[in-house]
């Protein structure tokens, strides 16, 4: 699968207290291979890739994921992402702390999933 799906997803502010860990920020992927920014985008939460390792083909700078996520406890949430670059659909769910985050996302009615383990970048 690709990075975009697991960048995974994100924290809806409302009802989010300031000791939860946030979702938002910079995440570099833990095989290297992918750094995004989480950020809103409208009502959705957007993963967008920042930079991609060269040689890396499928995936570029630019690309992006939309999440539509809710919050399952303190520091999971869970619901639908939707990858436009390759028009696919996705369930994913995300456990998050303040340094780390997994998530996970599957398709073809959850018979198709694939776990990324992300470390929140700090600095510029």
Known sequence: MRAAVFFLAALLVSGASSAEPSLYGRWARGDGVARVRIAPCGVAICAVNTWIRPGVTDEKAGDRLVMSVQPEGA???????FDPQRDLNYRIAI???EKTMTTRGCVLARLLCKSV???RMTGN
């Open 75 to 81: 520091r999971h949430w869970s619901g639908e992402a």
């Open 95 to 97: 456990a998050v702390s």
């Open 117 to 119: 383990g992300w470390t």
